[in-house]
């Protein structure tokens, strides 16, 4: 069993910066693309940002320039360091890993609970 525990969120004012955290924790062998979803009220699930294993990383046009997702392996927690946010981007945000660990399931997508982020104008 595996874990995905996010903290960081909160309450900022438009022009502020955030910055979230996502530890994983269980039976890991090893974690391969790690990522940041956010689901706003009333709109759907949406991609903000993932990064592979390989330290490649892809971002949404919307936050391309003030987001930055990175990865710390050896304490296997993946980051979003948000800057200039704006009151769009208020939504919960959803960490996610694929995970490969040494007992069934061996490779699994797991998802924290959520962090909620509100940006007031």
């Not at 993932?50 to 990383?57: E, L, N, P």
Request: with cysteine; glycine share 12%; proline share 3%.
């Amino acid at each position: 069993q595996v874990q995905l525990v996010e903290s960081g969120g909160g309450l900022v004012q438009a022009g502020g910066s955030l910055r979230l955290s996502c530890a994983a924790s269980g039976r890991i062998f090893s974690i391969n693309t790690m990522g940041w979803y956010r689901q706003a009220p009333g709109k759907q699930r949406e991609l903000v940002a993932h990064i592979t294993s390989g330290g490649g990383t892809n971002y949404a046009d919307s936050v391309k320039g003030r987001f930055t997702i990175s990865r710390d392996d050896a304490k296997n927690t993946v980051y979003l360091q948000m800057n200039k946010l704006k009151p769009e981007d208020t939504a919960v945000f959803y960490c996610t890993a694929n995970v490969r660990a040494s007992v069934p399931p061996y490779e699994y997508d797991y998802w924290g609970q959520g962090t909620q982020v509100t940006v007031s104008s």
